[in-house]
């Protein structure tokens, strides 16, 4: 009897172990999905799509539809060439600063890769709304950004915008914005202006 009691107990103590190496895997997976982006402190995607949902669950006709903008900053990549990527860090974290300057209060900017942004604004109650953040933004890098004091360098932003509609997901409005940015990234791209 004493064997049986202490090969259940062998048991229990491995299950007992299964459960809470189980739980920490859960926990480090929770704790990363809310970790924001080192660089800018920004949300990243797992926490963009958080919020999306919420957003989406939280529309209605009074409260508008939901404005996905999907942004790349172009020439970052030629700063990090020239520069090195401590000076292009420095650039992408001074243009994160000037994407949340630009948009309204209640609107998220998250970094979703390493020059690319997603800004989720809810509220948006026509076309032209969307056209006026995007517009604004835009400004925002009329200046050029200045990662160091003797670097001075001239970004682009490639901005493609997606409004939700009823059957919309936060992966689709994602996924749409990115189309609509690639497609002008690519026509800037074959009339000669890079940015």
């Known amino acids: 009897m004493d064997t049986i009691r202490l090969e259940e107990s062998q048991d229990v103590l491995v299950q007992t172990a299964a459960v809470i190496a189980a739980q920490r895997q859960f926990a480090q997976r929770l704790r990363q999905r809310t970790v924001p982006d080192p660089l800018t402190g920004l949300p990243v995607r797992s926490l963009l799509i958080d919020r999306l949902e919420l957003a989406l669950a939280a529309a209605g006709p009074d409260s508008g539809r939901l404005a996905v903008v999907c942004c790349n900053l172009d020439g970052i990549t030629t700063l990090e060439e ?51 953040i995007a517009q604004r933004i835009d400004a925002a890098f009329d200046e050029p950004l200045h990662p160091r004091p003797d670097v001075d360098h001239k970004v682009r932003l490639s901005a493609g915008v997606a409004l939700s509609g009823r059957a919309s997901t936060p992966e689709s409005l994602i996924a749409s914005a990115n189309e609509a940015m690639t497609q002008i990234r690519h026509e800037r791209q074959g009339s000669g202006r890079h940015g």
Request: net charge negative; aromatic share 2%; with cysteine.
């Open 82 to 132: 020239l520069h090195g990527v401590a000076v292009a860090d420095s650039a992408r974290a001074e243009a994160a600063g000037r994407l949340v300057t630009a948009v309204r209060q209640g609107d998220v900017v998250a970094r979703i890769s390493a020059q690319t942004f997603v800004l989720l604004c809810p509220g948006i109650h026509s076309v032209e709304d969307a056209q006026g």
